[in-house]
């Protein structure tokens, strides 16, 4: 039996199981990323709730397409994805980094930015694609942007949706070791601090997915 046969009738279980019900009891999420930083990002947020939140690549689900040029559309196709083959609820994240002075970049191509240009795929060569844009440029203003997707199984016609902005400015000189991306450029003037100088405690109350969770969670609440 392949995935896709084994997904169909667990989906319609997991179906019945998660619509209407408290956050506790959707028991286990996939999470349909096999970014390690938004898995300890989310993993964290959500065991709070009673949430286990399980990586796609530990049930042997491969990346989906992000073909759209919106947030919104890419996450709702990745938790549509790993909610099929694994028959459970999924959640999805499509987020990245705003630059008003680059009309919205790196935007949806926030973890390809540099290889959009040529270069390597790699923090380091899209933070350096990134200060290199913005030399000359006074306008520092930026934000991150994630756009998150639950779905109680593949078609679900009543997906959660839920958005998160977190503002700040960009710097050219990198500060912090914590965080991924573009943590050590997004600088906050209210905390005098990058978000990658934030321990991870204080990260996860501010941040956009910490935003956009904690709406997800009160609709799911709502809902019991």
């Known amino acids: 039996m392949n995935d896709r046969q084994g997904a169909g009738g667990a989906a319609s279980q997991a179906s019945g199981a998660a619509r209407g019900a408290a956050p506790g009891s959707l028991g286990k999420v996939v999470l349909a990323s096999n970014n390690a930083g ?19 690549g530990a049930l042997n689900v491969p990346e989906a397409e992000e073909p759209y040029p919106t947030f919104v559309e890419n996450a709702l196709t990745k938790a549509r994805h790993a909610a099929r083959l694994t028959g459970l609820p999924a959640l999805a ?10 009309r919205g970049a790196p935007g949806v191509y926030s973890a390809r930015y540099a290889q959009r240009a040529g270069g390597p795929k790699s923090d380091a060569a899209n933070n350096a694609h990134l200060v290199g844009q913005l030399q000359g440029e006074a306008d520092r ?45 997004f600088f906050l003037p209210e905390l005098d601090a990058t978000a990658a100088e934030l321990d991870p405690a204080v990260k996860n109350t501010s941040s956009h997915r910490a935003i956009a969770l904690r709406q997800l969670l009160a609709r799911l609440t709502e809902e019991a």
């Open 93 to 102: 994240d499509d987020s990245g980094l705003c630059v008003r002075a680059l």
């Open 141 to 185: 203003r930026a934000y991150y942007f994630c756009a998150l997707v639950l779905v109680r199984h593949a078609d679900d016609p009543e997906p959660l949706i839920a958005e998160g902005r977190w503002p700040g400015q960009i710097i050219d000189v990198p500060r912090g070791a914590h965080g991924f991306g573009y943590d050590p450029h």
């Open 38 to 56: 938004k898995l300890r990002e989310f993993a964290a947020l959500l065991d709070a709730a009673g949430i286990e939140l399980i990586p796609q």
